[in-house]
Structures are given as C-alpha cells and as structure tokens.
C-alpha cells in the first residue's frame, strides 16, 4: 500500500509498527521487499513522492567546505528510488582483497569476508537485472566480440563488469510493495529525529514531517537507516536529545571516513598498431537485457607488494580533437587571464597551441560558428584511461552540520571531503605498472599526463558520486558505527543500509554491494523479528 503524508494523514498522528525502514531507495526497496511475506507489519517512510519534486530535492543542499565537490543537491535523487531513477547500472562486487585489513592502508579491514558476502550478491544480481554471478573475463571469452589482450594476470588482469539496464528500483518494484499485505510506503514522510530511550539503549520513536508543517511519530520494534552516505550521517548527528553528539556518535565516528570515488583521466595509450582490436573493452550486448563491458585493473600480488590501492582503467577511444593539448592548453590561458592572472606553465601552454593551432581553429569554428573545419579531427589518435580509484579512509574526511536550517528546522549539511597526497600518488604509481605490461605486451606506450597534475585534480576532476563510510562497520566500537550486522553499536534496534557502512570502498561502483548487504540485513532482521 502507498501512502502520502500530505493528504492521508491527519496531523499528529501516532503508528505503530514492527519494523520502520527511512528511506526508499536501492537499499530500503530491498529490504521492504525481502520481508514483505514474513508477516512483519513494515512501514517505509519516503521524503519524496513518486515523481522529481524540486522543493524536497532541496532538503539536500548543503555546504561543502574542502576539496571542490559537486553541489550536494545534485549527486542524490529525493524520491521513491532513489539514486536508482538515474543510475548509469555500472555492477561489478567488491574484490576479496578490498575485504582484508591491509596493513599499508590505516583504518582499513572489514569484519566480513568476501566470501561471506557472496552469496547476498548471487541473489543482488536478480534485483539489479544481471546475469550469472561470474566477473572473471575467462568466462566470457566467445560469448562477446573480442578477446582480452595477453597481460600476464600476475601484473594486470582483465576484469568485466555488468551493467543493468537499469533497473529503476521505483518503478520495477513499486507494485511489488503496493500488494504486499503487510508494508506500507508512506510518501512526502521526512524524517527529522530519532528518539532514543535511555533507559533501555533502544530507540523508542522517530518523529517525521511533511513541507506543509504536519507532524507525526512512528514506534517500532526495529528501525532501519537508509538515507545514504549523507543523510545517514546527518539524521544520527541531529538526534541528539540523548548523546549531545548524536545518536551513535560516543566515539565521533559518525560522519567521518568520507568517501568517494575520483575518476581521472591521468594517462594515455597509443597503440603500436593502429588497428588494435579492444571490441572485448566495449560495451558488449547479451543475450539478456544486461550488457558487459571490461576494464584493466591491478593484481593483488601487486597490491601487496606495491603498497597500493586498486583502480578500474577502461579504454576510453580518443579522437584529434579530443586529444588535443593545444586547446586544453588554450583554456588554461583563457581562464588564468579572465581571473586576473598568468597560467602556471605560461610557455608550455603557448607551445602547444602553436603545435596544435589547426584544432584550435577548429574548437573555435565549432564554438562560434557550429562548423566542422578539418576531417583529420575526427581520426582516432589513442585511448584514455578515464580510472575510477579507491580512495584510503580518512577521518578528517567528513560530514557535520552547520548553522543553517532547512524548512524542517534541521541543520544542514556541511561536507569536508579531502583528499590525499598519497591517493594521486597511488594513481601515477598504478598507471606505471600498467604501461610497464602493456610495453612488455607489445600493445603500445602510456603516457602520463602528469604535466597536467593540477588540472586533472581539479577543473578535470570528475566523481563517481558515490557517497561511503560515513557509518563505518566494525566489530569494535572504538573504530566503527555499525557492527557486523549493520546494528548501531549503541543502539540495540537500529541498523543502517547503504554504503555509510563501507570500511572502504574499493574502484567500482557500490550499487551491487549495497543490495548485497541489503539482502544480508533483511535475512538478519527476518531471524531476529519475524512473527
């Protein structure tokens, strides 16, 4: 059954129920879902309604205060689904080694193991629309065009991910919660603070609201947080009526160990052969409604022994004007002198716009006249590596609240996303191995674009949007919000769902890990709570 707190509810009303699940998108849907048929009576509290509603998607502006970030506003979608209602479908699990407490990488190490985890993905991969649970690029040898090329796997492996139409959690299983007996979705439903009970380390009630100023509260046996890597943080952070810190927060651990994942277009492949087959590389059609791409990524015996921490390099085809430095080069020159200054590399970027000066016409034709000039634009000069990395935790990376309010009268957010020295340097490092196996291979050369080092960090940078760590999993309290079952540590009926709960967050996408551990905390709330 769907609800909307706007016009089904009076004002104060008080429900009662046996499991309150905040937030409906990949991760709440899923755990709804998983025990609709176990006789639990489940409500689901949505701060959106089924559509785009601009005034609710703006409960999510906030202030970001470290390194340049997108606007907070625009990374996450505010109604039923979630993110999922613009997901690219990009799945790949998280790596056995992203699992291990690595001794090189501080605060790293989850309490579960990938192994322990797989068989949540084997049924994630239903929910989000994939094939068979195998992403070893072997097993797609002749059942896509072309072949991996011939790297030794001890240095550089071919990985494959899969990609969901996508499945747009919303919409796919909107009637799938409409007839289950026992769940009811209640829209325009924000949640403003969970009240916890001294007496007894339980959460007792959660008060929720609608824009148009009603109030209600809801009371639960089990409560599950799952607002994403945000708004998890910021809920236990404002619910401060028993902890001055926030429910959780004994430790100040709510809110740290931001993470994202950086995507940089760092270095360059030109073939030794121009002709270089890499269909295996693209996008490649099923028999099913899914799709495969591949990408390289690194070993782990070279994880190990480099100290490092692993990237997911797809092969990006490049054309002149693309590749062209001269016009990047011509930007830089622009900027600098609009801002009132000279650029750093001043005769470096002259030389290249000198050397490059027939596709710098030909930007400025396409710009000021839509004309196409030159055909040799066109031509295929390499490959980038548009890399997705992992980024190390960090607890000075963070989200806290600051002085302004919204229209509930909460505080928002303010985001101090930081990243390391060690992380870019971890990125030429990796791209280094990588060339030193494609030369080895005879594939072609890599150059590094470190020339371009402060750009790529900064106007080129570009973001998985993929918010993690901010609720972090670990058995001990001292290092950890949730525990191995994604309990609050201090809180003995409230869990958090989503990626707030990763460690870390190795290089791909968090989509099929977050429905994994979605599907591992249903089946934990099922034996704890079902009737």
Known sequence: MFLDARGDLPSDTRIECDLCVMGAGAAGITIARELASTGLSIYVLESGGLEFEDEIQALYKGTSIGHEYPALDIARLRFFGGSTNHWEGSCHPLE???????SWIAHSGWPITRSQLD???VRAQKYCGLGPFDYDAAH??????????????????????QLSPPVRFGIDYRQDLETAAHVVVLLHATVVDIIADPSNGQVSHVRFGELGGKRFTLSARAYVLALGGIENPRLLLSSNGVHPNGLGNQNDLVGRFFMDHPVVEGAILKPSDPKLDLSFYGVSD??????LNAHLELADEVLRQEQLVNIGAPFIPRDRYYASPGIESYHDIANALAKGR???????????????FDMVVEASSR?????????SAE?????????????????????????????????RVKLDWRLSNSDKENL????????????????GRVRLLRDREDALWTTRLSYGDHHMGTTRMSEDPRFGVVDADCRVHSVLNLYVAGSSVFPTGGHVPPTLTIVALAIRLADHLKSVFAV
């Not at 797609?140 to 991910?161: M, N």
């Not at 000279?342 to 490059?356: E, T």
């Not at 710009?367 to 055909?375: I, P």
Request: positive net charge.
């Open 286 to 291: 099923t028999q099913g409604s899914y799709r």
């Open 342 to 356: 000279l650029p750093p590399h001043l005769w470096g970027d002259i030389g290249d716009v000198a050397r490059d």
């Open 140 to 161: 797609w040898v002749g059942k896509i065009a072309g072949k991996p090329l011939p790297l030794r796997a001890d240095r550089v492996r071919t990985a494959i991910s």
């Open 379 to 411: 031509e295929l000069a390499y490959f980038g590596f548009d890399t997705m990395t992992e980024q190390t935790p960090n607890p000075e990376s963070r989200v806290t609240l600051g002085d302004e309010r919204d229209p509930f009268g909460m505080r």
């Open 367 to 375: 710009r000021l006249f839509g004309r196409r000039l030159f055909s």
């Open 119 to 121: 068989p949540f993905y």
């Open 428 to 443: 030429w490092r990796c791209y280094e191995v990588l060339g030193a196996e494609l030369g080895r291979a005879g594939i």
């Open 96 to 102: 056995a080694v992203d699992f291990e407490r690595r």
